[in-house]
């Protein structure tokens, strides 16, 4: 019988090989699609969410477990579709206006996949009628906004203020590297992440 453990263990290591090889033995012994995808690959993500905060791993590590945790979801998501099993939520998240730095945005993508996020991924210099355009088009619950310049700060207060005057009801998140609290406080964004698995909690408090 498929061993959803050795499934989470694969995808703390980082074993792409193992972790597919594991979710389609479960698929073929009818285990259900939601039980692989909580007991197994999101559990595995969530202790290397706990170990990235920890500085017990790296940037590099949370990568190639958020790939293994990729190769696993291509075979599981059919069968989640099939099954109907639903989404954490939905989140739309970019890299605001003239800012081109996109690791740290694409970080905090695959672990908001990881935690069982559907997430809309806008890429780089997003400006804010574009967030608004995609937001009014796919109805996400969180928008996170990225920014690794100084001077690209500004368009994350932009962005916000015209997500809140086109009445979109959905919460936003800030983060990067010269974002602060103090920051999100002031342009009004409804929180502040000072690292990816942070914006996975983040965003799970914001849904509530
Ligand atoms: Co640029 N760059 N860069 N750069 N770059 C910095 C940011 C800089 C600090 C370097 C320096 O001078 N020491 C500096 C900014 C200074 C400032 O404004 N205070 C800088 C500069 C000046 C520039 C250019 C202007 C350089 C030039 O052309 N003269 C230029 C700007 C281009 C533009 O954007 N318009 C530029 C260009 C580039 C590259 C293209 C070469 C490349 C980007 C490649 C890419 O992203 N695809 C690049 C890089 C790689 C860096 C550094 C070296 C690394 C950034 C990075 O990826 N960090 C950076 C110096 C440094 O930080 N040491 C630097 C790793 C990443 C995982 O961390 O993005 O902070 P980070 O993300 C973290 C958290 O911040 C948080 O979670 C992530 C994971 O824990 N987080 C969020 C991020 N977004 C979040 C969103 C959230 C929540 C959390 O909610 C939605």
Known sequence: MADLKALSEAVIKGDQKTAVEITRQALTEGMPPASILNEGLIAGMNVIGVRFKANQVYIPEVLISARAMKMAMEVLEPKLVEAGVKPLGKALVGTVQGDLHDIGKNLVAMMLKGAG??????GVD???EKFVAKAKESNPQIIGLSALLTTTMPAMEKTIRAIKDAGLSAKTMIGGAPVTQAYA???GADGYAPDAASAVDLAKSLLN
């Open 117 to 122: 996020f559907e997430v809309v991924d806008l």
């Open 126 to 128: 997003s400006s804010p």
């Open 185 to 187: 406080d002031k342009i």
